[in-house]
């Protein structure tokens, strides 16, 4: 019985965990400087969007790469703005995809956007759920009702990693419709280039739904 709970809690974290173990290493594997690519991933965004005629739409760092449809802005992180890589460039091409499936008004992303509030106030109630369980034991003294509790709370919990399910179309799109093209198309990479970049716009349309998965497992801090 040890040895079968151990593997099971192995597995669980293998399903929790890998899929980001798997997104950082592809993005890391092809973070290297790359001086002979044309330019940066900031440079190629600002590039691809002027070419889009989207000139209004700015390209900002911050910590992490986004598109944010409320603000209309591309946002890349400092290695993949002035960074000159496989990554940088694939990741900066598949930020601007969002754009233009913003500026072409895609319902799904649309829908992502407006669900992503919604999921907000849903996990701020599972946090006030998970964090008067404790309370609601010592007062009601039902282990039964405690563990209905920390069951709502778990699903409420899980609504993010729904959300980037159910949109996880747009993230395949911007990858593969949208940004593996425009690399090809537009000569941005040569043809043993665009294999490594399949993988980082692979990784890239995963991210979320990989981050989702771990914060499943943050509930510790609502003890």
Known sequence: MPILLALGVALLFGLVFGPQWWVRRVMTQHA??????????????????????????????????HFDPAANVVRLSPENHDG??????????????????????????????????????????????????????AVVKSPTLLGLQVAVGLALLSVRLVLHLLTLPVELDASFRRAL??????????????????SVLRAAALTYVASSLVSLLNIARFR
């Open 32 to 65: 290297t400087e790359r001086p002979d690519l044309p330019g940066t991933g900031g440079e190629l965004a600002r590039h691809l969007l002027d070419l889009a005629q989207l000139q209004h739409v700015p390209v900002e760092i911050a910590p992490a790469d």
């Open 181 to 198: 093209p425009i690399l090809e198309t537009g000569r941005y990479l040569d043809a043993g280039d665009l294999l490594d970049a399949r």
């Open 84 to 137: 000159r890589s496989i990554t940088a460039v694939a990741v900066a091409a598949h930020e601007v995809s969002h754009a233009l499936q913003h500026a072409a008004g895609d319902r799904l992303l649309a829908a992502r956007a407006a669900f992503a509030q919604i999921v907000s106030r849903v996990e701020l109630a599972a946090g006030l759920v998970m964090l008067t369980a404790p309370l609601v034991l």
